[in-house]
C-alpha cells in the first residue's frame, strides 16, 4: 500500500516562494513510479501543475507554472519536491501529490494516478 504525505504549504505573499515536499512509503521500486503535483482552487477543477517520469528522466508542467515551478526528486529519501518561485496570487490552491507505477499519459491526466496524498494549502496574498 502505497502512502503519500504532503508537507511545505503555508501562506506567503506574492512575488515569494515555498517548497513543497511529498514522502512516499509503501514501495519499494520508487524509480517506477510518475510523480505528479496536482491543484485544486475552490470552485475549480483540479488540475496538473508538474509531473516527473519513472526514473526522473522527464519533467512535465502547465504552461501556468513554467518557468516559475521546479518538480525533483531525491534519490535516496523517497521524497518529491515541488519547488514554487514568484508565487501569484492565482497559485492559491491546495496542492496535491499523486503517484502511479509507470507513466501515465498524458501527464496531466487525473485518472491516470492510483495514488493520492491529502494535500497541503497554498495560499498567496
Known amino acids: 500500500h502505497v502512502q503519500l504525505v504532503e508537507s511545505g504549504g503555508g501562506s506567503v505573499q506574492a512575488g515569494g516562494s515555498l517548497r513543497l515536499s511529498c514522502a512516499a512509503s509503501g514501495y519499494m521500486y520508487r524509480r517506477y513510479y510518475c510523480m505528479g503535483w496536482f491543484r485544486q482552487a475552490p470552485g475549480k477543477e483540479r488540475e496538473g501543475v508538474a509531473a516527473?517520469?519513472?526514473?526522473?528522466?522527464?519533467?512535465y508542467y502547465a504552461d501556468s507554472v513554467k518557468g516559475r515551478f521546479t518538480i525533483s526528486q531525491a534519490n535516496t529519501k523517497n521524497t518529491v519536491y515541488l519547488d514554487m518561485n514568484r508565487l501569484k496570487v492565482e497559485d492559491t490552491a491546495m496542492y496535491y501529490c499523486a503517484a502511479n507505477p509507470g507513466a501515465v499519459i498524458p501527464w496531466h491526466a487525473r485518472i491516470g494516478y492510483t495514488y493520492w496524498g491529502q494535500g497541503t494549502q497554498v495560499t498567496v496574498s
Open positions: 516527473i517520469s519513472p526514473g526522473g528522466g522527464d519533467t
